[in-house]
């Protein structure tokens, strides 16, 4: 049996547990943190069917307190935040009532956003049961819905009231999200952990095949690495952006392919190889490095090339739209080499264009 983890989140008065285990969604104690007051389940549908029995019975709601999202990034929607805000509303979540979030990311940034505004902001709590929700988006405050001018543009930072990672929850998860979950995993190492970096790769066998103790190493490690970054930086305005290593790429790709062709963890693997490729090609990291970092994102099961259909002129096109481009010039997160990212303001566009049609 794994033993319980836990990583705070400190953050003074604001400071939260994360707590990452096996069934700790079925022992109602994760409820402590909400003890007696009024609440409200927000939930992936086909997590809900999946998972939602033990977390209903721990709240104690009836079916009336469940509103179920349906799965896919078109729910992170105005329209289904307007219908989430209706819902509470004839249920008359009081200002200390907290709404609890189960599901992945897209569950997590629409509750945590509806959390940040009903009422000007009540409490939530996080309950991650992608591996990517569980290393990155159920912690940190970032929430958001999307418009159809582009992703997240519309939000808040909210930080939950607590975090609960229950590894079972992850027994039915679909073997290319939990990839795509361990690409985040590995971007930690990547930016700021050599040491980390090398531990993902010695166990990415076991990380592929879900061994239980790996993942909560993992996760656990992660979510430490985030809590650190958010605690120094959490409306990034400074060194909060190395997490997007590989994401300027990734969202390009990502787009090209319709957010129908690839996962986003998927196209910030992606991502990462090409930010290391580009770090190599302008002399910052050695290029056996981005080599050691491409090998290590395959054998976490993850495509490292762009899709022979995208083209580097469109994917430069869709970078320079990216939000994270000022005026003209590509901000990127670039590399020195394993666990050493930095910001460069002024990448030249046509070191970007050799490495995307390389
Ligand atoms: N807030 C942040 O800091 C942050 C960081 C990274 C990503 N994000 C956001 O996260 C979202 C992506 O999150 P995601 O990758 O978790 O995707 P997701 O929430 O869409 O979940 C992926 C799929 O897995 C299914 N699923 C979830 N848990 C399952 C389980 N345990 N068993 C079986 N199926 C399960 C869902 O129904 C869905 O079909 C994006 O909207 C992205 O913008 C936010």
Redesign the pocket.
């Known amino acids: 049996m794994t033993a319980t983890r836990e990583v705070l989140v400190d953050l003074g008065s604001r400071a939260y547990p994360i707590r990452i285990g096996r069934g700790l969604l079925v022992d109602p104690g994760w409820t402590g943190a909400i003890g007696s007051r009024p609440r409200l389940l927000l939930a992936?549908a086909?997590?809900d069917r999946?998972?939602g029995e033990p977390v209903r019975a721990a709240l104690g709601l009836s079916e009336g307190s469940v509103f179920a999202i349906e799965?896919?990034?078109a729910s992170?929607s105005a329209d289904t935040a307007a219908r989430a805000w209706a819902w509470i509303a004839e249920r008359r979540l009081p200002r200390d009532g907290v709404i609890v979030a189960l599901?992945?990311?897209?569950?997590?940034?629409l509750a945590g956003f509806v959390a940040a505004t009903w009422m000007r902001g009540i409490d939530f709590v996080q309950l991650p049961?992608?591996l990517?929700?569980m290393v990155?988006?159920s912690v940190?405050g970032?929430?958001?819905i999307n418009l159809p001018a582009g992703?997240?543009l519309v939000g808040a930072f909210h930080q939950p009231l607590a975090v609960v990672a229950d590894l079972a929850?992850?027994d039915?998860?679909?073997q290319r999200?939990l990839a795509?979950g361990l690409a985040e995993t590995l971007k930690y190492g990547a930016i700021v952990d050599p040491a980390f970096f090398a531990w993902v790769e010695d166990r990415a066998a076991a990380l592929v095949a879900r061994d239980d103790e790996a993942l909560a190493g993992a996760i656990r490690a992660s979510c430490a690495h985030k809590a650190a970054i958010v605690a120094r930086d959490e409306r990034e305005t400074g060194d909060r952006a190395l997490l997007n290593f590989g994401h300027t790429f990734g969202h390009a790709i990502e787009a090209a392919g319709g957010f129908r062709d690839l996962?986003?963890?998927e196209a910030v693997a992606i991502g990462m190889v090409l930010a290391a490729r580009l770090s190599a090609r302008l002399g910052l990291a050695p290029e056996a490095d981005a080599a050691r970092l491409e090998t290590a994102l395959e054998r976490l099961g993850l495509p490292t090339r762009v899709p022979a259909t995208m083209s580097a002129e469109d994917l430069l096109e869709r970078m320079r739209l990216d939000k994270k481009g000022l005026s003209g010039r590509l901000r990127l997160v670039l590399w020195r080499g394993i666990g050493r990212a930095e910001i460069a303001t002024d990448v030249p566009e046509a070191a970007i264009r050799d490495v995307l049609s390389a």
Do not use: F, I, R, Y
């Open positions: 992936d086909t997590v999946l998972h799965p896919g990034e992170k599901g992945g990311g897209v569950v997590g940034d049961t992608t990517l929700a990155d988006s940190g970032k929430t958001a992703k997240n929850t992850l039915t998860l679909p999200e795509a996962l986003h963890g």
